[in-house]
Structures are given as C-alpha cells and as structure tokens.
C-alpha cells in the first residue's frame, strides 16, 4: 500500500495536510465534511524498519484515549481503524499553543510560569484521578486552549490501571523522554502518578532558567544520574527566581516519589497561591549538594527502592501472602516445627494473612516409572499430600491456606518468580543445608535470600540441648 | 457476537442464574461453562438442568477435577470440605446427570479458541495457572489465539508479550479490554459460584471475538440463600461462610 498522503481516502474520512510527522506516527488534518468538531487523524508508522514499540504504543493510545471521560483536558477520540488492517486513530484538533513555545522563550516571567504551571497540573490530575499516569509529559505533549486549559496529547505511553500495561514487556530499555523522566521511571516503574510530577518539575525548572535540569541523558548510567546528582537550584541560575517558585519545582523533582507532593492538585493549589507556599530548605538553597553529600547519595542510589505505586482508586487491597518454602526432600521434623512457628506468629498478628506452602521439583517429563507414585501425576499428589501434611498442624481455615507444585530445573527461580508475580510480603524458607559447602554451591536458600522481591526469614530450628 | 464464559459454578443456583441474566441482557448469544460444574454447593441438580439445557443449544461445556470427582474418576485429591461436598453430590445425582458429566471433554477447540478447565499444559492434570510459568506452559501447548479457563478462582489474565513471556493483569470489572489477534491470551475468568477474593460477586466474562474485546464482570447474587442451602444440606460450615464472605 502506498504511504498516505493528502487525498487519500481511509474508511470515509478525508486526508488533509500532514501537520506532524514523528517517529512513532503521522498525524493529518482532515477534510471534507465536517462534524462539530475539526479533526485529525493519527497514523502509526509501522512496517518493516519500523520499531515493535510503536504498535504497541498505538494499542495503549487506542486503549487509554478510549476510556478517558470527556473532558477539556484531553483530545476526544472519535473513531480508529483495526491495527491489523488500517490502524489510525481519528480525534478532536485542540486548536492551541504548544507549551513548547514558551519554553524557547525561557526564562519567562515567574507570574506566567504560575499560570501555566498550575493549568498544567490541573490537567495531570484530571487524568490521575481516571487512574491513568502520562508517563511521556513534555512540552511538545502540552497545549494551551484560548480560555487557558492545558491539554494533554500523545497518550501512546500511558498506563491506564484498568488495562493491561503493554509496554511493561519492554522496561530493558525505559521507553519515554528521558530528559524528564522521574528516577522510578527510569528504573522501570510505570505506574506511579507522581512520576508526572517529576516530570511537570522538569517543565517547570525549564520556564525558569530556560535550561533542563538534568542534561540531556543519552545512556542509561547517564538517566540513573538524577538519582544521586541534585539540579542547580533555579536561582543559581536566575537569580530573581522567587523562592516559592524555587520551592515547588525543587519539591516535584524529588528522588523520592515519597518526598514530592502527594497529588497534582497540591502543586496547582502552590502555583495558584504563592503567599501560601511553606517554605524550606529547598526555597532557599543556592548551589547544590557537596561533594561528600553527593558522595553519600551516591552510595545510597545504590540500594534505592522506588516507592511503590499508589493504589488506583478501584484497588480493593488484597490480603498480605506469606510463601513457605517447602523442601522436596525428606521432612524434616525439627526445621518444619520451626517453620510452622514461624508462620503462626504472621498469621497471629495479621488475620488477613494467607500463607502459600509451595514446593519446587524438577519438571515431571523427565520422569517415567512403573510404580504409580513415579508418574508424573502420582508424584505431582505425593507432593500436594506433603505439603498438606505441613500446613494441617496450623489449623489454618483452608481460605487462607493454598498448596502449589512448582516444576522447574531451578527450584530458587521458580520460587522467586512465584514471589515476584504473586506479590508474595514474605518468604520463609529453611537454612541452606550444612553439608553443602556453601561457597562452591550456595544452594536454593542462598539464592533465594539474594534474589527474593520481597522480605525473606531463614528459619534455622534451635539446636538441641 | 458475544461469548459469555463462566467457570467454576460449583453447584451454585442464585450465582450462575444472576450471571445468565447478567449476561442475557448485555446480549450474550454463545455460551461456554469452563468445568467444576458441581462441588461444594447445593444445588447440583438444578444448575446442571441449566446447564445441560445450553449445551443442548450449543454450548461449550468442559469437564473439571470437581466434575471428574463427582462421577468417580478423581484427578487430584480434593481437601476435607471438598471431599465431603463431592460424596453428597455422588449421592444426588441421577444416571442422567452422571451420563452428561461423563461424557464431558476436557478441552474444546473452536478455531482460534480453546476451552479448558485449568491449564492447556494437561488438562487431565488439573495444574492451577497461578503465575507466569504456568501461564506459558498452557498458552504454548494450547496453540491458540485465546484460551479461556477457570480453576483458579480469581479473575487473571495473562498476554504474551513480544519477548515471549505472559505478563498478568488484574481486570477491573466492567472495563472492555481489547484482546488483538496478533497477540496470544489466557484469560481465567474467576469463579461464578466460589469466588475467592474476598468479595462475594459471582465472575464471568464476556468475549466478543469480533471486535476483540473481553470485559470481566462481577455480579451481585444472593449468596446468603446459597450459603443457607449449603448449611441444610448438611454440608461443611465453611462452605457456606466461603460465600458470605467471598474467600
């Protein structure tokens, strides 16, 4: 098929002029017969050369655009064409002023930027309160109605908490702006309303003193800077940077998501209402960290956390999971009393808790046997009973209380990929065995206690006296 | 047309009667019931009249471990209260209802689409899907676009993404998700009659595979009638309270 272009015609609507042409897609005014509102068609450019992230970021834009409520904040979508016939999304032309036009004009006045600032957060929270989080904000993405609203385009990198997040597949490589990207962001976390605070921070540092805070990364180690390396503070730069304003940006660009302002609309009300800015440290600071200060931030990147993701609002929070990991060799009375001690006393102070007795074997195929218990389904048994035999003792009422096989060649990932898709809180798990000599062969408990997403308790049971 | 998938119904009359209704009026045209017809509840007889009924019609009906146990060929042991339940069932159901539990497939292939109860890996096996290895043992022997499967009492769905690996989704009730051809999902609607996590709403799903879009429902149903039946029959007390309390 030829490549669109002005005349073209697709399921009844008619090409204009071609107004944006990116890496990801084309974007056409279109003509012909008009409906309320003007239009423009957006179509992805796929096909050979073309990278796998740019179907993928169709398919959330189609996704997330599709369950916004109307509303000014964002172009209504109206139509789109089936992504693997005609894929193209047809929405409403927002008829305004790229954000970006006022950024090549930085530094502007700080009323202005206020203005600008506090719509721009309006908008983010709009959309955060529809359980979705941009992920992708710049100033190319923001446009400015005549009446002053600020709408959000270019939802292809969204995450939207009802839909599956189809770019999470692709987290390797942080998919997004990198000069703006929040540190949780660039470590992989896309679901958290607060990294488009970051981002509106970045936004706001750029008004001020017409430059980006944090440079323009092109490697990874370069992004995963802004964890440790604080920005100059905007009024090193310009020096009649009121310290409110100083405030508010230095608060979004927290590392910690934790440490920012807890919703958009905090932001808003600042910018909105200068005289009411609680000013700090960060209103006032005039040259950044030290280098023993930077130094320390440093080695604490090192084992930073991101924090994790607000609930959506719809989240109903599910019951903490407690995994007990069950050896597959032979029972171990001393270690299993131990183990069951261990998991009455989670179960004693949390009465939501669920405790999850999982096992890992090596994959049945590779068993053939003439006893029944050496099939692979009469092993699978012996192994449930095993671990029934483990838990009855708890008198635990069976809701709360599941039983899982895992077959795997490794029997520490197994475990840890259970944690880690299941949300277990915690793992108990016995000692390595002594015999092993634990530096040649640090067993499954070594790798488990490495590896685990979670907390982990080595249950040793007491010697005998 | 719109397929409405219910799994795990488990002997419960009001839950699968509030979820046809549910899904006859957002105009549900095929049907499929995803195994564990019976089993814990007190209402064998009148939910397989039902259910007998659509797969007359057409139905997809497959057979599950609880359903498999009824009729005397148990896959898995079942726990206490789950044994207890299925001695009673063994107890009330007639040659007829026997016949059609015996008769019953473990999977069904329609096109693009398989049907099973737990994982495509060995149906005969009942393996509960619980996370991502599992997911991608079922959907590589499945060979299918979508698979559609109960066991697993809480609504999950899994996609395969371009590195090959399933990524798991909590569906949000109501929510229209659109399930591209060109990818490959395994979708455990959550269960009609037992639903497990912590809110007593029946699941079930409806895929309309024309414009591939699967939405997953909970439904309100009386499920303090359900558990007072449970209660009369003599049945173990947890049983009843599972569905007071939705785990």
Redesign the interface.
């Known amino acids: 098929m030829n490549p669109p272009g002005p005349g073209t015609e697709i399921d009844g609507f008619c090409l204009g002029e071609m107004i944006h042409v990116g890496s990801m897609a084309s974007i056409f005014r279109l003509s012909g017969p008009h409906g309320p509102l003007p239009l423009i068609m957006k179509i992805p450019r796929l096909g050979p050369g073309e990278r796998a992230v740019n179907v993928i970021s169709f398919e959330v834009c189609r996704m997330v655009m599709g369950a916004l409520a109307q509303g000014p904040h964002h172009p209504t979508l109206v139509a789109f064409g089936d992504i693997e016939t005609t894929p193209y999304l047809v929405m409403e032309h927002v008829d305004g002023v790229r954000l970006n036009d006022w950024v090549e004009r930085a530094p502007i006045a700080p009323q202005e930027i206020a203005r600008l600032g506090a719509a721009l957060a309006l908008a983010l929270h709009d959309l955060h309160r529809q359980d979705v989080v941009h992920l992708d904000l710049k100033p190319t993405n923001v446009l400015y109605r005549p009446n002053g609203d600020a709408v959000l385009i270019d939802f292809g990198l969204a995450h939207h908490s009802h839909y599956p997040d189809l770019l999470a597949e692709e987290l390797r490589f942080p998919v997004g702006n990198w000069v703006y990207m929040s540190p949780e962001q660039a470590l992989g976390v896309r679901c958290d309303p607060r990294s488009d605070i970051y981002a509106l921070g970045g936004i706001l540092y750029e008004l001020v003193t017409g430059r980006v805070p944090f440079g323009k990364p092109s490697t990874i180690a370069e992004l995963r800077r802004r964890l440790y390396r604080d920005p100059i503070p905007p009024r090193a730069l310009v020096a009649n940077t009121p310290e409110w304003l100083q405030e508010v940006i230095l608060h979004c660009l927290e590392v910690d998501a934790r440490d920012r302002y807890a919703s958009a609309a905090e932001v808003a009300f600042d910018l909105a209402n200068p005289a009411q800015v609680a000013l700090t440290e960060r209103g006032s600071r005039h040259r950044r960290a030290g280098a023993w200060t930077l130094f320390h931030h440093w080695v604490q990147t090192r084992k930073f956390e991101p924090a994790p993701c607000p609930p959506p609002s719809t989240a109903i929070g599910p019951a903490p999971i407690v995994l007990v990991a069950i050896g597959p060799a032979l029972p171990d009375a001393a270690l299993f009393e131990a183990l069951r001690d261990a998991a009455r006393r989670l179960v004693a102070a949390d009465d939501q808790c669920r405790i999850a007795c999982v096992t890992a074997v090596p994959p049945a195929a590779a068993l053939r046997g003439e006893r029944d218990e050496d099939t692979a389904t009469g092993r699978h048994i012996q192994h449930l009973l095993k671990l029934r035999r483990w838990a009855t003792p708890l008198q635990l009422p069976e809701e709360r209380l599941t039983y899982h096989v895992l077959e795997s060649e490794n029997p520490a990932a197994a475990l840890i990929d259970y944690a880690r898709m299941n949300d277990v809180d915690q793992i108990l798990i016995g000692p390595p065995r002594r015999s092993t000599p634990a530096r040649l062969f640090p067993g499954v408990s070594a790798q488990v206690v490495a590896e685990a997403p979670c907390s982990v308790t080595v249950v040793r049971p007491r010697p005998e006296s | 047309m719109k397929l409405a998938l219910f799994a795990d119904i488990h002997s419960n009359l009001e839950a699968i009667t509030a979820c046809l209704a549910h899904a006859q009026a957002l105009g549900a045209d095929r049907y499929a019931f995803l195994g564990d017809l019976v089993g814990y509840g007190a209402d064998p007889l009148a939910v397989l009249d039902i259910i007998e009924q659509y797969a007359a019609d057409g139905a997809v009906v497959v057979l599950g471990n609880h359903d498999a146990a009824a009729v005397g060929r148990p896959?898995?042991?079942l726990?206490a209260?789950a044994q207890a339940a299925i001695a009673w069932t063994q107890a009330q159901l007639g040659d007829r209802q026997r016949a059609f539990l015996t008769a019953l497939p473990l999977t069904v292939r329609d096109g693009n689409t398989l049907f099973v109860h737990a994982s495509a890996a060995?149906p005969?096996?009942s393996i509960?899907v619980?996370?991502?290895?599992e997911a991608e043992r079922s959907i590589r022997a499945g060979n299918a676009v979508y698979i559609f499967c109960g066991h697993v009492h809480e609504p999950k769905?899994y996609?395969l993404?371009?590195?090959g690996?399933p990524?798991?989704?909590r569906?949000?009730s109501g929510?229209p998700?659109?399930i591209?051809?060109?990818r490959q999902w395994l979708a455990i609607v959550g269960s009609a009659g037992q639903p497990?996590?912590?809110?007593n709403k029946a699941c079930y799903a409806i895929a309309d595979l024309e414009r591939s879009r699967l939405t997953f429902f909970r439904v309100p149903y009386d499920h303090d009638s359900a558990a007072q039946k449970i209660r009369a029959a003599g049945l173990p007390e947890?049983l009843a309270r599972?569905l007071e309390?939705g785990?």
């Open positions: 896959a898995d042991p726990n209260s060995a005969e096996r509960y619980t996370g991502p290895a769905l996609y993404g371009a590195d690996r990524m798991p989704f569906p949000v929510t998700i659109p591209g051809k060109h497990r996590d912590r809110i947890r599972r309390r785990a």
